[in-house]
């Protein structure tokens, strides 16, 4: 009977058909079983880069583990408060510098006994706990919008002051010349020109006709103005500009103004400076010293 060998082998082939899948499910189920082990390893792994992800990318626990010190910056009459490990660099310190203040590090002057080297650790130069760190320098806005104003004004006040009569023979400057020179005046020197001496300037008067001395505190970028009373300290970038005019009669002293405001009601008079002292103080106090 053909028809039912046929048959028979027609089922026996569909049996077959049938059974060979078998094997196939089950790599599949294996497949299945090695995908999602992978899945779960990929999940524990997104995990454990999820967890470790904040401290990327907010960068403060870089310092984690290390010594740290609490410092107090002083600059621009404002303070701040950073904490830096004790073993960064005076070069990592300007870095954290300019992000609290926004003054580029090439324009810093960062002073703790003196100028702060930046190539040394903050453990080797003995930084402490609490620690005053001084900075001096103006961000570049500031350089371009006081600095040039200052040149300007200053030959404007010139020109202003070649129309009038010499400043020695106004009154109010009379009463403390007509005093005479201070017993303790220092010596001129015609002809030349000196840098300021590391000791304060003394010997003069100002236009209450007492006595009075100056010291130049370039770490501090400051002017300090000593009296028998008390001691001014001005920072040297609010002194608009210097007026200075030769003393008639004495020609190698001069009276010399530092413009602490708008008016003239705000100029400082010093009385009897030495000629030789006078572009010395100027290119000082005007910030010629300074900028770089």
């Known amino acids: 009977m053909a028809t039912q060998d046929g048959s028979e082998e027609v089922v026996m082939e569909t049996e077959a058909t049938l059974k060979e899948p078998k094997p196939l499910c089950e790599n599949v189920g294996k497949g299945n079983t090695e995908v999602s082990e992978t899945v779960s390893r990929t999940d524990d792994a997104g995990e454990s880069s999820s ?59 960062v002073m703790y006994k003196g100028l702060l080297p930046e190539d040394k650790t903050l453990r080797e130069i003995k930084v402490t706990n609490g620690a005053k760190i001084m900075v001096v320098g103006s961000t570049i806005n500031d350089v371009l919008a006081v600095n040039t104003p200052k040149e300007v004004i200053q030959q404007e006040v010139k020109a202003e002051e070649n129309k009038k009569e010499p400043l020695c023979r106004q009154k109010q400057h009379r009463k403390v010349l007509d005093k005479g020179k201070p017993e303790d005046i220092m010596p001129s020197v015609k002809g030349t020109k000196e840098r300021l001496p590391t000791v304060p300037l003394a010997g003069m008067y100002n236009k209450s006709g007492g006595k009075v001395r100056l010291t130049f505190k370039l770490e501090q970028d400051q002017l300090w103005i000593g009296t028998k009373e008390r001691t001014e300290k001005i920072p040297m970038g609010s002194i608009k500009h210097v007026v200075t005019e030769p003393i008639e009669g004495h020609e190698d002293y001069h009276m010399m103004a530092f413009q602490l405001g708008p008016t003239e009601a705000s100029q400082y008079w010093v009385y009897w400076v030495p000629i030789q002292f006078v572009d010395a103080i100027k290119d000082t106090v005007l910030g010629k010293w300074q900028y770089f």
Do not use: C, F
């Not at 401290?55 to 830096?84: A, P």
């Open 51 to 109: 967890t470790q992800d904040p401290t990327v990318s907010n960068g403060d626990d870089s310092d984690e583990g290390k010594e740290m010190v609490d410092l107090k910056i002083i600059w621009n009459k404002n303070k701040y408060d950073l904490k830096i490990p004790l073993d960064g660099t005076g070069a990592k310190l300007k870095e954290r510098i300019h992000s609290l203040t926004g003054l580029p590090p090439a324009m810093q002057k």
